[in-house]
């Protein structure tokens, strides 16, 4: 592993402990050149998903996008960063086990949705609000009041 600080490839592992319920490995590391100290992450590599974007596109799935879309949509609501995690960890686990390698973008905007709504439903209206592209008023307050309805 290359040192970020030196640029030595060399370094021994100090320690080493599973995260994200087993899914990856979290080492820390000592480059053997300057003694400075780094972590890495280790991830099984899976066969990509690919997601169809509504212009019929096709790019790779980025969880990171996906993060920062729930990120704007809960941005000044109590919801930790941990918890946002968690939810991309979820989405992108239900689609690494579907047996489709290519996903539509609806349908993780969907699975987005569902976990939103039941996290917080300000951001849930707001991250709806973003994905289904509200045209007026009137599709916005129909949102809003499905929303209320499944509450009581």
């Known amino acids: ?3 970020p600080y030196c640029g030595f490839e060399e370094s021994k592992v ?14 820390r590391r000592e480059c053997l050149k300057c003694a400075k100290r780094f972590t890495t992450y280790e991830v099984i590599e899976t066969v990509p ?3 169809i974007k509504k212009d019929k596109s096709r790019q790779t799935f980025d969880r990171n996008k996906l993060l920062n879309g729930l990120l704007r949509a809960c941005e000044k609501r109590p919801v930790s960063i941990d918890t946002l995690e968690r939810v991309v960890d979820e989405i992108e686990t239900m689609l ?9 973008s609806s349908l993780i905007g969907t699975y987005a949705m569902e976990k939103l709504k039941n996290i917080d439903e300000v951001a849930y209206v707001r991250f709806a609000s973003v994905y289904r592209q509200f045209k007026d008023l ?10 209320v309805k499944n509450r009581s």
Not at 14 to 27: F, K, Q, V
Not at 142 to 147: A, G, T, V
Request: hydrophobic share 30%; charged share 40%.
């Open 1 to 3: 592993m290359k040192c």
């Open 14 to 27: 100090i320690d080493s402990r599973p995260t994200d319920e087993g899914e990856r490995i979290r080492r």
């Open 96 to 104: 690494q086990n579907s047996l489709d390698r290519e996903v539509p």
């Open 138 to 147: 009137n599709t916005f307050m129909d949102e809003l009041n499905k929303l």
């Open 49 to 51: 998903i690919v997601v």
